[in-house]
Antibody, heavy 128, light 107 residues
Framework: QVQLQESGPGLLKPSQTLSLTCTVS??????????WTWIRQPAGGGLEWLGR???????LYNSSLESRLAISVDTSANHFSLSLKSVTAADTATYFC????????????????????WGLGILVTVSP | DIQMTQSPSSLSASVGDRVTITCRAS??????LNWYQQKPGKAPKLLIY???TLQNGVPSRFSGTGSGTDFALIISSLQREDFATYYC?????????FGQGTKLEIK
């Protein structure tokens, strides 16, 4: 079980760029079957998957944010990052980083993908 | 994109009760359905994957059922520590999506 820790600014103004980093410890970001993910949750609201990146640098984004979002990975520093441009009040949320992994049964059949390990979350507020 | 709809949105129950939370997908997701528990101020915790497989360390009073578009999370005998918000999540396709959550409260 790896540990993840989000870091970054807690307060931004509208139109600024949000930059967050997730530092991975207790394991390598280069490990197989680990997909490094960002998820956010507005106060009192539900969970929104933002995107994920693999060790190779291959990224997948939620289409609702794709024009503003970039996720990168730094394998030498064992961390991955999120950049969200042109933020508005609607981007105010707690941002979680997480490790997703494929699950398999005893015969090797894939059983889907789960978010196994999570950071504590970081509250980001966008306000003038 | 696949939409996930949970019901009810909130539920009041007592210790010892049997509780069922349902989740419906907007299209078939076979059994690529996970359930998470979230307590206030904490990150979600994986309970069940592949619709019915219990994650290691999760008490056996939790169970899951369903396939295709309709799924359920069952807690056989509620314990005090089970009062939390529960989310279903599909891993059939990207973007991954969650239900809106079911808040389980003490009656």
């Amino acid at each position: 079980q790896v540990q993840l820790q989000e870091s970054g600014p807690g307060l931004l103004k509208p139109s600024q760029t949000l930059s967050l980093t997730c530092t991975v410890s207790g394991g390598s970001i280069n490990s197989d079957n680990s997909f490094w993910t960002w998820i956010r949750q507005p106060a009192g609201g539900g969970l929104e998957w933002l995107g994920r990146i693999y060790r190779s640098g291959s990224a997948l984004y939620n289409s609702s944010l794709e024009s503003r979002l970039a996720i990168s990975v730094d394998t030498s520093a064992n961390h991955f990052s999120l950049s969200l441009k042109s933020v508005t009040a609607a981007d105010t949320a707690t941002y979680f980083c997480a490790r997703a992994a494929n699950k398999f049964d005893y015969s090797g059949r894939r059983l889907g993908q789960t978010f196994d390990d999570w950071g504590l979350g970081i509250l980001v507020t966008v306000s003038p | 994109d696949i939409q996930m709809t949970q019901s009810p949105s909130s539920l009041s129950a007592s210790v010892g009760d049997r509780v069922t939370i349902t989740c419906r997908a907007s299209q078939s997701i076979t059994n690529y359905l996970n359930w998470y528990q979230q307590k206030p101020g904490k990150a979600p915790k994986l309970l069940i994957y592949a619709a019915s497989t219990l994650q290691n360390g999760v008490p056996s009073r939790f169970s899951g059922t369903g396939s295709g578009t309709d799924f359920a999370l069952i807690i056989s005998s509620l314990q005090r520590e089970d009062f939390a918000t529960y989310y279903c999540q599909q891993s059939y396709s990207s973007p991954r999506s969650f239900g809106q959550g079911t808040k389980l409260e003490i009656k």
